[in-house]
């Protein structure tokens, strides 16, 4: 299976964003070669791009705080396993602190870096980054592999309780909605909202079927429409009937 995912709304789009690239960052550091480092330190500038806005640390702590009051209201639910309960709450209040103890704006510590904004202004020039134009950065790329992830991390290391409170609100949206199973007719499935607010929708659809979705949305309706890749990769109307299933969530 698939899974697509689309948000309704700029916040939960840079969420999404930010999570992506944390995960490229994840993938490329633990790898052994000088370029994988490369893709794995710029991909630090990338994440400082993505969240420079100044209210996202903040937003992430009011909307923690706002689902752990949520949680907490279940705790007199007979049907709500206790102990499954509690550990997602001291999760949150974790990763709550932790987010809370990170001082500064997000990424100062790379800004305060002269030799890592030399590297990131050379690297939004396209070919910028070569040995002739940076040779302590070329010298550092001859570091053994066990140091330069050691240096990669540890400049990643202050952006990690941010990264923690993004997964933690991101799971718990997803965790929010009921799949449902839809059939789109002749590659084509529209679904009135009656102006009910989600956050993000989830569409899991079998991969061997070759359907692809491109999905449209507001307050108001949620079209979905299915395509196919010829041997040029041009998007083709899908003429068939298309079984997926489909979440929608909200907190």
Request: glycine share 6%; hydrophobic share 40%; with cysteine.
């Amino acid at each position: 299976m698939i899974v697509y995912e689309y948000p309704f709304n700029e916040r939960i789009r840079t969420l999404l964003r930010l999570e992506d690239l944390y995960e490229k960052f994840a993938f490329f550091v633990q790898q052994a070669h000088p370029l994988q480092h490369h893709v794995a330190l710029s991909t630090i500038f990338e994440m400082l791009e993505v969240a420079g806005r100044a209210d996202l640390k903040s937003d992430l702590l009011q909307e923690l705080e706002r689902q752990k009051q949520t949680l907490l209201g279940f705790k007199s639910n007979p049907n709500v396993q206790a102990e499954r309960l509690d550990a997602i709450l001291a999760e949150v209040d974790r990763i709550s602190a932790a987010l809370i103890a990170s001082q500064g704006k997000t990424g100062q510590h790379v800004r305060d870096n002269e030799w890592l904004m030399s590297i990131r202004g050379r690297t939004i020039i396209p070919g910028g980054a070569c040995e002739f134009d940076l040779p302590s950065y070329y010298a550092w790329q001859q570091r053994p592999a066990e140091q330069r992830a050691a240096d990669v991390s540890s400049w990643f290391a202050p952006l990690e309780p941010l990264f923690d409170a993004i997964g933690m609100v991101l799971r718990l949206l997803r965790e929010s909605g009921r799949p449902a199973k839809i059939i789109a007719q002749a590659g084509s499935y529209q679904q009135m909202l009656q102006g009910k607010v989600y956050q993000m929708l989830r569409l899991n659809i079998d991969e061997a079927l070759g359907a692809i979705p491109e999905i449209s949305a507001n307050k108001y309706m949620l079209w979905v429409r299915f395509t196919s890749q010829d041997g040029d990769m041009k998007p083709r109307s899908f003429e068939n009937d298309v079984p997926f299933e489909l979440t929608l969530c909200n907190f």
